[in-house]
């Protein structure tokens, strides 16, 4: 196999290593929020993932205040349609830094994973990030793909 080269000059492209995929929600964490937990609006952002679990696309949905984030299934999916993801990651944060989710994400994580059922792009998990770590739905046994 030869190596890559410019089209324009002819040197040797370096090959970009593939992304590492998610195998867990602490690699989903170290990898998408620990940033994000120290935020002071609760942002929501949807992962875009190939079929090996890797991370294709972030897009950030919607920022809200305080304590509350208007989010709906046709923000959190156009954009996983125009990647063509496989899977996504659903991310948002408590700006208060309890992780805990509230009767509001419960039902809000159903919603999109029923959503995602019928549209074939499976969401694998919610995580809630705070300054005291993380939540997962997946991890709780909260969705079921």
């Not at 609006?41 to 972030?58: K, M, P, T």
């Not at 996983?80 to 994580?109: K, M």
């Not at 059922?117 to 300054?131: E, Q």
């Amino acid at each position: 196999m030869s190596a890559a080269r410019c089209p324009a000059c002819g040197h040797v492209l370096a090959a970009e290593a593939p992304a590492p995929s998610l195998r867990c929600s602490a690699e989903a964490f170290e990898a998408l929020g620990e940033r994000l937990s120290r935020c002071r609006q609760e942002r929501f952002l949807v992962v875009a993932l190939d079929a090996r679990n890797r991370i294709i696309a972030r897009h950030l949905v919607a920022v809200g205040s305080l304590s509350t984030c208007v989010v709906h299934p046709r923000e959190v999916f156009s954009p996983l349609v125009r990647r063509h993801a496989a899977a996504a990651l659903l991310v948002h944060n408590h700006p208060s830094g309890d992780p805990q989710p509230s009767p509001e994400d419960r039902v809000l994580t159903e919603r999109l994973a029923d959503a995602g059922r019928l549209l074939g792009i499976p969401i694998l998990d919610h995580l809630i990030v705070g300054r005291e770590g993380y939540h997962s739905f997946r991890d709780a046994g909260g969705i079921c793909s």
